[in-house]
């Protein structure tokens, strides 16, 4: 363990070294050298050249170059004879990183190098890996390093036995688990947040460990939310492990009088759940219970494609207030169910016009009811040249009821078109079941310093239900900065909503933006003051981000 500490020791302070004294080219490309040489695996150049027998001696803006990379070194040896390339004390370049080395050799499509230090940041070494050994493949631009430690402000997060990565890709993508969608944002498990009525929420959700072959396949969650409020103070507690093939998530949640489970199992076409459910059972009928175990497998046979499932289940059709579980006014469902479901999707595409047809249609039987039937199909055209304009139709009907939720395929009538053109963008919706119409028109013009978006929104509920969403007349102004390209600068993303339905302002936020030389931070405030869809409240919320440069 001594004998480790001092290895690291050593070569992240030999790492540091190099950056303190990271030499400079004379010229952008190394094929601009004056004096140059060409090997098997790359060019090596240099101001001056000496030659020891076999060896050319490189000095003075000593670089070498191959496939997505350039290396540069006060003095950089090619053995002729050998044809092996030597270098000491090197400092290496790719699109996504800058990768120091105390030492190197190049011979057969392979650099291998000791001593190493990589990192994303424009400048400094904030957020790197430090590694024993390294080896890259000049032809496929694969580097895979040995014995590393990813480090973020001189803090070890992780051990990294072996790690491969891609020289044009993020850190974020080569490390499973790190990654928040695309890009360079990186997953931020620390959840932290402040509500006046309510307290504080703060904790680690979905928080990424490195499991075998230092890929992250578990995750841990441990959250506090409305601190402040016991009736609405919840703690949260869970975990998920997954493998090729195969996951188990697993989530309890604590409140004042009771607690609410959750486990997910899946492992290739099986499945068990068990969810009480009963997180906000001080609303009518919003308890759903559910506990299953079955298997679902698909097919494709030509241009069919078929999905069979079987299943045994318990779930809950309806509940009263009472968190208490089976309680006077809960009733439930059980027993077996066995179902297709079919889809054959066609494609007529010709230049810029693009047409899809898909019908499908499920069926499902069970052993203490009558069978369910549920039909529909999907028509869409598309256009796509100097503009682009979708048009949509969705269309379901079923025979009765399905006696469970897993199957059931509600009835849809709807339409709906989108339309973008340059900076201006039209979303229309009407639900022929529901009654409902929607639509909205979106202008995004580009400044020099942004994009400044304009958009209202439109709800007209025809059949009202009551439930103070009937109607929508919103206008909504952001604006987006341009990327911060400059070390130690700021952005501002404002963003203000009013609401001409009900008169008043329905939100507002802002997000400060700040780059150093590693990482883009995000602070953020969002303050609805009037809901405009069910299921949102008038809250104030915190956000934070962390982004790669």
């Avoid at 051990?159 to 997953?187: C, K, M, V, Y």
């Avoid at 199992?265 to 009518?284: C, K, M, W």
């Avoid at 009538?413 to 909205?440: I, N, Q």
């Avoid at 909503?497 to 008169?503: A, L, T």
Wanted: contains cysteine.
């Amino acid at each position: 363990m001594v004998r480790k500490l001092l290895l690291f020791v050593f070569f992240g302070t030999a790492t540091t070294q190099a950056l303190a004294n990271d030499p400079a080219l004379p010229y952008e490309k190394c094929a601009d050298a004056p004096y140059l040489a060409e090997t098997p695996d790359g060019i090596v150049g240099g101001v001056n050249v000496e030659y020891d027998g076999s060896i050319a001696i490189f000095s003075d803006g000593a670089c070498f170059e191959s496939k997505g990379l350039q290396v540069r070194a006060r003095e950089i040896r090619f053995d002729q004879d050998q044809n092996e390339v030597s270098i000491q004390g090197l400092t290496a370049q790719t699109r996504a990183y800058r990768f120091r080395a105390q030492q190197g050799v190049v011979r057969d499509r392979i650099f291998r190098a000791k001593g190493i230090g990589l990192t994303t940041c424009k400048c400094g070494e904030d957020l790197r890996i430090v590694a024993q050994e390294a080896a890259f493949n000049t032809e496929s631009g694969l580097l895979i390093l040995e014995q590393g430690e990813l480090e973020s402000y001189g803090i070890g997060l992780a051990r990294l036995e072996r790690l491969q990565i891609a020289i044009d890709q993020p850190i974020t993508t080569a490390i499973p688990g790190l990654s928040a969608g695309g890009g360079g944002s990186i997953n931020v498990p620390f959840r932290f947040g402040y509500s006046i009525s309510d307290g504080p929420t703060l904790g680690v959700e979905d928080l990424p460990l490195l499991g075998e072959e230092d890929r992250v396949n578990t995750t841990l969650t441990l959250l506090g939310s409305n601190l402040s409020n016991p009736a609405s103070r919840t703690v949260t507690i869970g975990a998920a492990v997954s493998e090729s093939g195969s996951s188990l998530r697993f989530r309890m949640v604590f409140r004042s009088q009771w607690f609410d489970l959750y486990s997910r199992l899946e492992s290739g076409p099986l499945f068990f759940t068990v969810d009480t459910n009963r997180d906000q059972a001080t609303e009518v009928a919003s308890r759903k219970s559910l506990f299953e175990m079955g298997l679902r497998q698909a097919f494709r046979l030509e241009g069919l494609l078929l999905s069979p499932f079987g299943r045994i289940a318990e779930e809950q059709t309806s509940s009263d207030n009472d968190p208490q579980p089976h309680s006077a006014a809960d009733a439930y469902v059980s027993g077996l169910t066995a179902g297709l479901e079919l889809r054959y999707p066609l494609e007529l595409k010709e230049g810029a016009v693009a047409l899809r047809f898909e019908p499908w249609t499920l069926g499902a039987a069970y052993n203490n009811d009558l069978p369910y039937l549920a039909a529909g199909f999907r028509l869409e055209g598309r256009y796509s040249r100097d503009f682009t304009l979708r048009l949509a139709y969705d269309y379901g009907l079923q025979n009765r009821t399905s006696r469970y939720l897993y199957e059931r395929r509600e009835p849809v009538s709807r339409v709906w078109g989108e339309l973008d053109f340059s900076e201006l963008a039209l979303r229309s919706s009407f639900d022929f079941l529901d009654r409902e119409l929607g639509a909205s028109v979106r202008y995004s013009p580009k400044l020099p310093d942004g994009v400044l978006t304009g958009e209202f929104r439109y709800r007209d509920d025809f059949v009202p239900n009551n439930d103070g969403f009937d109607q929508q007349r919103e206008l909504l102004l952001a604006f987006e900065p341009n990327p911060l390209n400059c070390t130690y600068s700021f952005a501002l993303a404002p963003n203000l909503g009013y609401d001409f339905w009900r008169g008043g302002f329905s939100r507002a936020g802002l997000e400060l933006r700040y780059a150093d030389c590693c990482l883009i931070w995000k602070v953020g405030y969002q303050q609805v003051f009037l809901p405009q869809v069910s299921g949102e409240v008038a809250a104030g919320r915190f956000s934070f981000g962390l982004e790669l440069r």
